[in-house]
C-alpha cells in the first residue's frame, strides 16, 4: 500500500514562501509521475505542477508558474513544491498524489494515490 504524507503548510503573508512536502511510502518511488492539486473553499480541485517519474521533466499551471518549484529527492522518496512571492489567491488545501504513468498528469482522477492535504493560507 502506497502513502503519502504532506507538511509545510501553513500561514504566510503575501510575498512570502512556503516549501511543502509529500513523503511517499510503499512501492518504488520512482516508479510514480508526481503531482500537486489545490483546492480552494468552494472551488474544484486544480492542477499545480508535476514532475516526471525520471525528474527530467515538469509542468504547472500558468497562474504559478515563475513562482512555484517542484522538484523530487529519490534518496528521500519525497517530493516538493517550493512557492515563492505567494498571493490571497494560492490560499487552498494542497494535495499531492501518484500515478504509475507520466501521461495525462493534470488529470486528478487519473491519479492512484493522494495524500490527506495540508492548508496554505497566504494573507493580504
Known amino acids: 500500500q502506497v502513502q503519502l504524507v504532506e507538511s509545510g503548510g501553513g500561514l504566510v503573508q503575501a510575498g512570502g514562501s512556503l516549501r511543502l512536502s509529500c513523503a511517499v511510502s510503499?512501492?518504488?518511488?520512482?516508479?510514480?509521475?508526481m503531482g500537486w492539486f489545490r483546492q480552494a473553499p468552494g472551488k474544484e480541485r486544480e492542477f499545480v505542477a508535476a514532475?516526471?517519474?525520471?525528474?527530467?521533466?515538469?509542468d504547472y499551471v500558468d497562474s504559478v508558474k515563475g513562482r512555484f518549484t517542484i522538484s523530487r529527492d529519490s534518496a528521500k522518496n519525497t517530493v516538493y513544491l517550493q512557492m515563492n512571492s505567494l498571493k490571497p489567491e494560492d490560499t487552498a488545501v494542497y494535495y499531492c498524489?501518484?500515478?504509475?504513468?507520466?501521461?495525462?498528469?493534470?488529470?486528478?482522477?487519473?491519479?492512484?494515490?493522494w495524500g490527506q492535504g495540508t492548508q496554505v493560507t497566504v494573507s493580504s
Open positions: 498524489a501518484a500515478k504509475g504513468s507520466d501521461a495525462l498528469y493534470a488529470t486528478p482522477s487519473l491519479y492512484n494515490y
Open positions: 510503499g512501492r518504488a518511488f520512482s516508479t510514480y509521475c
Open positions: 514532475i516526471w517519474r525520471s525528474g527530467g521533466r515538469t
